[in-house]
């Protein structure tokens, strides 16, 4: 997700001639207009879904269709007032889209769009063949909405209606991208490896956007239901949900404006291809789904981000402020005692398969001291910080994490007992700003959730964590880069934001993995100091790297790997003696 | 319900579960070889079935213009890429195959009257009408974009099906076809009556699964595909094309598809859009085995071919809600069976 710089001033222009458009525009451009509303509730959804999200679904039709139908059903059978009807609907898709997200964002990312068309179609045959909803005929004479004594019975009433409900979710959506929650979200594309370790739950951001986006989906649904005032139930098929993701890719699934150029382009060009290709094929039916399905393929294969960047460039670009504004400083972790243990490795075994990566590796980490795990490549090094921070849990043995056992939790679970890391083969959102990626360190900092973000109830919060990632980026030294995009930089830079983002989760043990990589020299000089300082402070270190001078020139003990077991384990310059760790490097001397 | 009429419903139920199954391991091929989820499976049981019905009706099927468009494109396509590296070597042999092979197909279609061609040589040219738009459209839609995610390769999956979809009613019409029965043969086993076609299906599914076994075990373009589904960087290092593996893989699903249609048009008159909802099924049967295990994704295919039958029986109008809902317990038991680690 970027952030769509767009100066208010073009928003509230836009407005104004929404404001206008039905006064002036024909019957028919009115409700083309609404429509195209209608559908760019649900496309905003899978935006969420989609762009932001890296999950997919093709089922929003029938999440629209569980909106519209709870409404006629209950307003038509037992007289119940609309307004009542929308938080049913929204019950109803909510609770539905809740067991179904529960069931298959555990599994792998195609599980769950194969389920939606699944589920999209099998809701569409039961509308069709239950008799209480009137089976293929539908339910008609569903009353009109009422604001006090005003019916809203023509579309151009409506109109208002649907566009201010439309402009409230753009403005929710946008508020709750631009947050602690929305940063988490925005981290699920990256994979989600990076968000757990940061103690994302990244199973609940995934089932909450798959909520909300068929929460979106039933609210135009529910729209839908009382404009037409009758449904049945072929607007709610799976034809019309893949239409509704064409809509959220050709606008731009990134974007959130997107959904609503993309809802434009589709139902423009839809009426304009129904006038048009029947006439020039001689025959009638659905043909345009066949521009669609190549316009699509198009979209995909030359521009994946959509129209709306190309919008986007006509517009003038909003410069992101200087620095966060000043806020009150975060608390802090008390941290350990100087000297006391803080990471204690007890016979940890790794395998794969028959591969033993780590072999009934044990040793200790204190407070404020630099350990270093060093080792030829292949040794097993990062699968042991895998294991000890539970991205990837152990095969046997045991981790205690001041005091505690942790080798059986989760990986979000150890960071919020204050173990923060970074990665071998860096793991940062390039689209997005360094300092937002250091943000995504504090999420354990923060704890306002997603409806306080999307009402903009979080800004005091917001500003401390903003304020504590800008304070971490400065310490280490990448001030002039905060705004510039992760993925910009070069890597040995983006290494040290890596160290940034785990710094801003206040940790008591930090497990840096090559942070020294790629640097230059007065760069690596820096980094030294850095962990110097870090030390002094009472944070524990431990470090995976091949630089030896660096290694050596730093840290306080030293464990050797080889082949997943322990070596050798001592001071620094006992282990540059020690024969076997000579041999292990350099080969024997025959 | 009595033994015969459940005896009834099994045999329906195994004949579609058959289908089920070749089109389970044609979808499970091409997601392990290409990682694409091959939605347009199903248009293909629709465009073999419907050629043939039209090869069969004295009309000149809408497929042939859809190679010829198809073919035309990728010479476009491989033309200039051929002009742009002045491997002006490479330019006839581009023609040929892409443009001279469907003309030579047309040429065949005009000059013969297909409807008074035996059996056997209609269905032959209904394959190879049918099936090289397979590999063709790997090479098109799929091809240009084969590192992308698999969210993206699958919705062009979609985006190619609704084109499928579309073209399909342009080529046949809305209304639906059968095409003659291969055999005439019934006889009486204990209390129920079995047609010589049903067994056919049948007996025609287990020995294309044989093929198919023997083409993956003893060939060296099935350890190809074999070895591309295990590691695609390690195929390729090893010098398996993973163009060459996708095209493969692309052809035998075009032509499983194909070959599905062709069976079942005689028992099950089949519409344009019938595909979709066939091969979808075929699709609740490979998830059941994961996307990954052949064995289990048959199987699977054939509990959906009977549940399906027996729905029918007892709840018809509810039949596709009581099919697609089945997948709802399947992930369910697959999500508490797998502890999905992430790939890089």
């Known amino acids: 997700m970027k952030r769509s710089p767009q100066p208010t001033i073009l928003v509230l222009l836009f407005v104004a001639a929404l404001l206008l458009a039905p006064l002036f525009l024909p019957a028919f451009y009115v409700t083309l207009l609404n429509y195209i509303g209608l559908y760019a509730i649900v496309a905003l959804g899978l935006v969420l879904l989609t762009g932001v999200g890296g999950l997919t679904s093709f089922g929003q039709a029938a999440f629209v269709g569980l909106g519209a139908y709870t409404s006629a059903y209950l307003t038509t059978v037992h007289g119940v007032s609309p307004w009542l009807t929308l938080p049913a609907g929204l019950l109803v898709t909510g609770l539905v889209a809740l067991s179904l997200g529960m069931v298959t964002l555990r599994l792998s990312g195609h599980f769950l769009p194969l389920g939606t068309i699944a589920w999209g179609i099998a809701l569409y045959y039961l509308f069709g063949n239950l008799a209480a909803l009137g089976g293929h005929t539908g339910i008609s004479g569903i009353p009109p909405l009422q604001f006090f004594d005003i019916e809203l019975r023509s579309g151009r009433e409506f109109f208002y209606l649907i566009w201010a409900v439309l402009l409230v979710i753009i403005l929710a959506t946008r508020n709750l991208l631009d947050s602690r929650e929305g940063r988490a979200i925005r981290a699920l594309k990256g994979g989600t490896l990076m968000a757990e370790a940061m103690g994302v739950n990244t199973p609940r951001s995934k089932i909450v956007i798959f909520t909300v986006a068929a929460l979106y989906a039933s609210i135009s649904g529910w729209l839908y239901a009382h404009l037409q005032r009758f449904v049945n139930p072929t607007p709610f098929s799976l034809t019309q949900g893949i239409e509704y993701l064409f809509m959220a890719v050709v606008g731009g699934v990134s974007h959130v404006w997107g959904a609503i150029l993309g809802a434009g382009l589709i139902t423009v060009l839809k009426q304009w291809l129904q006038d048009w290709l029947p006439t020039l094929l001689g025959k009638s039916g659905n043909f345009e789904m066949i521009v669609f399905g190549l316009l699509m393929i198009f979209v995909l294969h030359r521009a994946r981000d959509g129209v709306w960047p190309f919008v986007q460039r006509l517009f003038p670009q909003r410069r992101p402020g200087a620095c966060p504004i000043k806020a009150q400083a975060l608390p802090r972790r008390p941290l350990p005692e100087t000297d006391s243990v803080v990471l204690e490795v007890k016979d940890a075994s790794k395998r794969f398969g028959g591969l033993v990566a780590n072999d009934r590796m044990s040793f200790r980490v204190r407070a404020g001291e630099v350990m270093a795990l060093i080792g030829p490549n292949g040794a097993g090094k990062s699968t042991m910080f895998d294991g000890i921070s539970g991205v990837d849990p152990l095969t046997s043995g045991a981790v205690s994490f001041c005091g505690q056992r942790i080798e059986a939790l989760p990986a979000r679970d150890i960071a919020r007992r204050g173990m923060s890391r970074t990665f071998q083969h860096v793991r940062l959102l390039p689209a997005m700003s360094v300092l937002e990626n250091v943000a995504i360190g504090t999420h354990l900092r923060g704890r306002k959730s997603f409806v306080a973000a999307a009402c903009r109830m979080d800004r005091d919060e917001e500003a401390r964590l903003l304020q504590e990632a800008a304070a971490q980026i400065a310490r280490c030294g990448l001030y002039e880069q905060m705004h510039e995009p992760a993925g910009s930089l070069p890597l040995g830079k983006q290494r040290i934001v890596e160290i940034a983002r785990a710094l801003a989760a206040d940790p008591c043990l930090l497990l840096l993995d090559e942070p020294a990589a790629g640097l230059r020299y007065l760069e690596k000089q820096a980094l030294g100091e850095l962990l110097r300082r870090l030390r002094s402070e009472g944070i524990a270190i431990l470090l995976v790297e091949h630089d030896m001078d660096f290694v050596m020139g730093l840290a306080d003990r030293v464990v050797v790997m080889e082949f997943g077991r322990k070596l050798a384990a001592g001071l620094p310059e006992e282990i540059q003696r020690n024969p076997a760790v000579v041999e292990a490097y350099l080969g024997g001397v025959e | ?344």
Request: glycine share 10%; hydrophobic share 60%.
């Open chain 2, 1 to 344: 319900m009595d033994l015969q009429i459940a005896l009834l419903l099994g045999q329906d139920g195994i004949t579609n579960g058959a289908i089920y199954a070749l089109l389970a391991l044609a979808l499970v091929l091409v997601f392990a070889v290409t990682r694409v989820i091959f939605i347009p499976q199903g248009e293909f049981v629709a465009f073999g079935a419907l050629t043939l019905a039209g090869l069969q009706a004295g009309r000149l099927p809408g497929t042939i213009w859809l190679l010829l468009a198809l073919g035309t494109a990728i010479a476009l396509v491989e033309g200039s890429r051929a002009l742009r590296d002045r491997n002006f070597r490479r330019l006839p042999m581009i023609l040929l195959v892409n443009c001279g092979v469907p003309l030579l197909l047309a040429g065949t279609l005009f000059a013969l009257s297909p409807a008074s061609l035996p059996l056997p040589v209609q269905v032959l040219l209904a394959l190879m009408l049918v099936v090289p738009l397979g590999p063709m459209i790997y090479r098109l839609a799929y091809q240009p974009i084969a590192e992308a995610s698999v969210l993206a390769l699958l919705i062009v999956s979609v985006a190619v099906h609704v084109t499928l979809i579309g073209l399909g009613l342009l080529f046949f019409g809305a209304e639906g076809s059968r095409t003659l029965s291969f055999t005439d043969i019934s006889f009486e086993l204990g209390d129920i009556l079995v047609q010589g076609q049903t067994l056919l299906v049948v007996v025609a599914s287990l020995m294309l699964i044989v093929a198919l076994y023997f083409f993956f075990e003893r060939t060296i373009y099935g350890k190809a595909l074999r070895a591309t589904a295990m590691n695609r960087t390690g195929a390729r290092l090893m010098g398996i094309s993973g163009s060459l593996a996708g095209m493969l893989s692309f052809t035998l699903a075009a032509a499983i598809g194909a070959l599905s249609g062709i069976l079942i048009s005689p028992i099950t008159t089949i519409y344009y859009d019938s595909g979709f909802l066939i091969g979808l099924k075929g699709f609740v049967g490979a998830i059941i085995g994961g996307l990954a295990s052949y064995p289990v994704a048959a199987a699977g295919a054939i509990l959906v071919g009977l549940l399906e039958s027996f729905s029918s029986f007892w709840a018809s109008a509810f039949k596709e809600v009581i099919v697609f809902t089945s997948i709802i317990p399947v992930l369910v038991w697959r999500s508490l069976k797998t502890r999905h680690v992430e790939e890089e």
